[in-house]
T-cell receptor, first 112, second 112 residues
């Protein structure tokens, strides 16, 4: 089983809202990732967690706040987003950082 | 800065033809190579991984790796309209703690 799940599938939020994206995997993977993808562009790495510790933050604005409560779960907390943050947010996991990544279906986010 | 280069396309091939997708990478230390397929609005899906020089075949797909020339390619035989998608090349090295580096992707269009 190589399934990564993400909720919600779609999210519409205003610029003053606070929301969270959730990602879950039960493959025993110890690395988890958040990517942002705009239309017709490749996925853009945001954060990497390795063994539940944040190992890479690609200079992402503080209005995005990741959290890894345990080895199976990854959250992305959103606050005071801008319309330009509208995108597909992808979660991925791998056995460890340099191994094959498996992607979840993504959350389509629209910021109004 | 490690770089992975792909021709953005679109690459148009007639149904039944061989589609050839190419990828070059800058880091000679790169050891693992992956091809992902991404349909419009969906998340990337792993097609193949390759680690050693030469060819690796899986059904209609063949990955070819040439480390001396620093390129990896994906051949799709008997191309079908359902193969129309963006193909992402991803590369990593086996040392250190750096995740996959993705190319910008090649858009493939198979014409019926």
């Amino acid at each position: 089983d190589t399934e990564v799940t993400q909720t919600p599938k779609h999210l519409v939020m205003g610029m003053t809202n606070k929301k969270s994206l959730k990602c879950e995997q039960h493959m025993g993977h110890r690395a988890m990732y958040w990517y942002k993808q705009k239309a017709k562009k490749p996925p853009e790495l945001m954060f990497v967690y390795s063994y539940e510790k944040l190992s890479i933050n690609e200079s992402v604005p503080s209005r995005f706040s990741p959290e890894c409560p345990n080895s199976s779960l990854l959250n992305l907390h959103l606050h005071a987003l801008q319309p330009e943050d509208s995108a597909l947010y992808l979660c991925a996991s791998s056995l460890w950082v340099q191994e094959t990544q498996y992607f979840g279906p993504g959350t389509r986010l629209l910021v109004l | 800065q490690k770089e992975v280069e792909q021709n953005s396309g679109p690459l148009s091939v007639p149904e039944g033809a061989i589609a050839s997708l190419n990828c070059t990478y800058s880091d000679r230390g790169s050891q693992s190579f992956f091809w992902y397929r991404q349909y419009s609005g969906k998340s990337p899906e792993l097609i193949m991984s390759i680690y050693s020089n030469g060819d690796k075949e899986d059904g209609r797909f063949t990955a070819q790796l040439n480390k001396a020339s620093q390129y990896v390619s994906l051949l799709i035989r008997d191309s079908q309209p359902s193969d129309s998608a963006t193909y992402l090349c991803a590369v990593t090295e086996n040392s250190g703690n750096t995740p996959l580096v993705f190319g910008k992707g090649t858009r493939l269009s198979v014409i019926a």
